[in-house]
């Protein structure tokens, strides 16, 4: 009797490392689990900071210059007329600029932001100021497109404010001279129509980026660029359809 009690005690006693192992793995899984865990939410967290980044990335035009032979084609004074360049129609508020006058603060603009510049009009006999605010990087913007396009400013502001503006973003470089304002629209359904056949006979040659694509309902064969979807981050596809429409005939 004796020695099977001590045989019994030696069974427990190699018994307990087996058991004390299973302990050991079992907490050791819930440690790589729950690292596993932590791991994935940093690394989720780091895809979600790299979509908020690429989303308001700024994507730069190199300035690479044109050779001598495309240039001459490309000449306003070019008697050749073999290549001229396309016409890039820009609406004011809310595509290159937005603005709001005193005692009005749209939702859009976060109270307290800094204007970019101010201008004083008179309307109806009563001085108005506005602040505007310019749309990040639109003087390189504006820099950039005037070496691929004849720019056109086509608003259905008033004059007295529009003419305004466009100085502002001008800024003496001569890119903006062509403009168009509320006088050159018409009223329909509540809404002003821009008539592009006012700018060019062709319509081929005129490219538009306006944030109303209703001010052209009158002209049903103008459609939005395929490029462009506001859910992709990246702007390479906007990058991509502003240089092949440069010289597309």
């Known amino acids: 009797m004796r020695r099977q009690t001590s045989t019994s005690s030696s069974d427990r006693r190699i018994g307990q490392p087996s058991s004390y192992f299973r302990s050991m793995m079992s907490v050791i899984t819930a440690v790589l689990v ?5 791991l994935n939410f940093i690394v989720q967290g780091f895809k979600r900071m790299h979509r908020g980044y690429a989303k308001y990335q700024v994507i730069k035009y190199h300035r690479v210059p044109c050779s001598p032979l495309t240039a001459h084609r490309l000449s306003n004074n070019s008697l050749s007329g073999i290549m001229r360049k396309k016409i890039l129609v820009l609406d ?8 709001h006058h005193d ?28 602040s505007v605010h310019a749309r990040p990087h639109v003087d390189y913007f504006l820099s950039i497109v005037s070496e691929w396009f004849d720019l056109v400013v086509f608003t259905a502001s008033m004059e007295v404010y529009g003419t305004h503006v466009a100085d502002k973003l001008d800024n003496g470089r001569g890119i903006l001279n062509r403009r168009y304002f509320r006088q050159h629209c018409t009223m329909d359904y509540g809404g002003y129509t821009k008539d592009l056949s006012a700018i060019h006979q062709d319509l081929s040659s005129i490219f538009i980026l306006d944030n109303s694509p209703g001010a052209y309902r009158k002209f049903p064969r103008v459609f939005g660029s395929t490029f462009y979807n506001k859910f992709v981050a990246s702007a390479r596809y906007i990058d991509t359809f502003m240089s092949s429409k440069r010289f597309e005939v």
């Not at 729950?34 to 932590?38: K, N, R, S």
């Not at 970019?116 to 506005?130: A, G, L």
């Open 34 to 38: 729950a690292l596993g865990t932590i």
């Open 92 to 99: 004011l508020d809310e595509t290159l600029i937005h603005s």
């Open 103 to 130: 005692g009005v603060i749209r939702p859009m603009v976060k109270p307290g932001t800094p204007s970019d510049f101010t201008i004083k009009v008179v309307i109806d006999r009563h001085p108005v100021r506005f």
